[in-house]
């Protein structure tokens, strides 16, 4: 491919995002929203007492903050054709520097927590640099990254949990300054509208989209890929280290064997909402439809008494749909 046929490519890419979504992303995201829909109403009809109740509902979106807020990370990390799987473990590391910020060392909550949530970002930017700097694989990178950051969080607790015993870490998540709306949901929030603005909005989200549509044209086109790479994995650590703080203030603790297995829920939110996992395609929206599609099916599920294996299976089997229909999607975009 020539140069000038290279820069061309990225030029498009570029252009495409900042038209926004495609209508094959839309389409996706249409789907993923009709999903979401009819699983609220199966289950209404199967438990018409307490599946669509208010409370069960502001329970949903409770049970959705964690979730939702690593796979807004994930969904630009994603989007450059990357994988992070240490957002799991790092949101338990971050949980735990929260504790010892605030509990060991006796600052203040406002300071502790925005100390976590840097240390979040600290993550990611390690990150950013093993893989866009040491040129290692993203999914090994993080892979060994999940190791350190989870041997990290039990050395720095003395595999114990800390406990909190200040009521205003708590009322981060618990407290209402809406109510009967948890301030969890409300963090998730203001969370999402951020990333959205970051995605569709900024020099962030075109760079994104074009580095995993294709990197190559996108160094070619003038794009510095090897910083951007750097501020996405920051970007997602930061929202990692969030994550970690409303789920330390959730449960009133540090725990620090909790992230285990929130990677995966977090890659599937993403991959349910849209997202391609070949790159250059991801909405904040689907994500967030995914993450809701996550926690309603796990509710209902829970509601119904269906065993946890079955949960299991199912969740999988949702993933598999929606890797399936990326597949279509990638396809029917080379033959039109």
Request: proline share 4%; hydrophobic share 55%.
């Given at each position: 491919?020539?140069?000038?046929?290279?820069?061309?490519?990225?030029?498009?890419?570029?252009?495409?995002?900042?038209?926004?979504?495609?209508?094959?992303?839309?389409?996706?995201?249409?789907?993923?929203?009709?999903?979401?829909?009819?699983?609220?109403?199966?289950?209404?009809?199967?438990?018409?007492?307490?599946?669509?109740?208010?409370?069960?509902?502001?329970?949903?979106?409770?049970?959705?903050?964690?979730?939702?807020?690593?796979?807004?990370?994930?969904?630009?990390?994603?989007?450059?054709?990357?994988?992070?799987?240490?957002?799991?473990?790092?949101?338990?590391?971050?949980?735990?520097?929260?504790?010892?910020?605030?509990?060991?060392?006796?600052?203040?909550?406002?300071?502790?927590?925005?100390?976590?949530?840097?240390?979040?970002?600290?993550?990611?930017?390690?990150?950013?640099?093993?893989?866009?700097?040491?040129?290692?694989?993203?999914?090994?990178?993080?892979?060994?990254?999940?190791?350190?950051?989870?041997?990290?969080?039990?050395?720095?607790?003395?595999?114990?949990?800390?406990?909190?015993?200040?009521?205003?870490?708590?009322?981060?998540?618990?407290?209402?300054?809406?109510?009967?709306?948890?301030?969890?949901?409300?963090?998730?929030?203001?969370?999402?509208?951020?990333?959205?603005?970051?995605?569709?909005?900024?020099v962030l989200g075109r760079?994104?989209?074009?580095?995993g549509a294709n990197r190559?044209?996108?160094?070619?086109?003038?794009?510095?890929?090897?910083?951007?790479?750097?501020?996405?994995?920051?970007?997602?650590?930061?929202?990692?280290?969030?994550?970690?703080?409303?789920?330390?203030?959730?449960?009133?603790?540090?725990?620090?064997?909790?992230?285990?297995?929130?990677?995966?829920?977090?890659?599937?939110?993403?991959?349910?909402?849209?997202?391609?996992?070949?790159?250059?395609?991801?909405?904040?929206?689907?994500?967030?439809?995914?993450?809701?599609?996550?926690?309603?099916?796990?509710?209902?599920?829970?509601?119904?008494?269906?065993?946890?294996?079955?949960?299991?299976?199912?969740?999988?089997?949702?993933?598999?749909?929606?890797?399936?229909?990326?597949?279509?999607?990638?396809?029917?975009?080379?033959?039109?």
């Amino acid at each position: 491919m020539s140069t000038t046929t290279t820069a061309t490519a990225a030029d498009q890419e570029r252009q495409s995002a900042r038209r926004g979504p495609s209508w094959r992303s839309r389409l996706q995201q249409m789907l993923a929203a009709g999903t979401l829909v009819l699983i609220f109403i199966a289950f209404s009809i199967a438990s018409p007492e307490i599946f669509p109740t208010w409370g069960n509902i502001v329970t949903i979106l409770y049970s959705t903050v964690v979730i939702g807020l690593l796979a807004l990370g994930a969904t630009f990390v994603i989007t450059t054709a990357g994988i992070d799987l240490s957002v799991g473990t790092a949101m338990a590391l971050c949980a735990v520097m929260s504790g010892l910020f605030i509990v060991n060392w006796g600052l203040p909550v406002p300071v502790g927590i925005l100390l976590a949530i840097l240390f979040g970002g600290l993550v990611g930017l390690v990150n950013g640099i093993n893989v866009a700097i040491l040129d290692l694989p993203p999914f090994i990178a993080t892979l060994a990254m999940m190791m350190v950051a989870g041997g990290l969080a039990l050395v720095f607790s003395g595999a114990a949990p800390i406990y909190f015993e200040a009521p205003s870490y708590m009322w981060v998540s618990t407290g209402s300054l809406i109510p009967s709306v948890p301030n969890a949901v409300l963090v998730l929030l203001v969370g999402a509208v951020i990333a959205a603005v970051l995605m569709s909005r900024t020099v962030l989200g075109r760079y994104t989209m074009a580095i995993g549509a294709n990197r190559e044209a996108a160094e070619l086109a003038g794009v510095g890929v090897t910083k951007w790479l750097m501020i996405v994995y920051t970007v997602g650590g930061l929202f990692t280290g969030l994550a970690g703080v409303m789920i330390s203030a959730r449960l009133g603790s540090a725990q620090p064997a909790t992230g285990m297995g929130y990677e995966l829920d977090a890659i599937a939110a993403v991959v349910i909402g849209g997202t391609s996992l070949s790159g250059g395609r991801g909405t904040i929206v689907g994500t967030m439809i995914g993450a809701l599609i996550i926690s309603t099916l796990t509710n209902g599920l829970q509601i119904l008494s269906i065993p946890q294996e079955w949960q299991d299976v199912l969740l999988g089997a949702v993933i598999l749909v929606a890797v399936f229909i990326d597949r279509l999607r990638k396809r029917s975009g080379r033959t039109s």
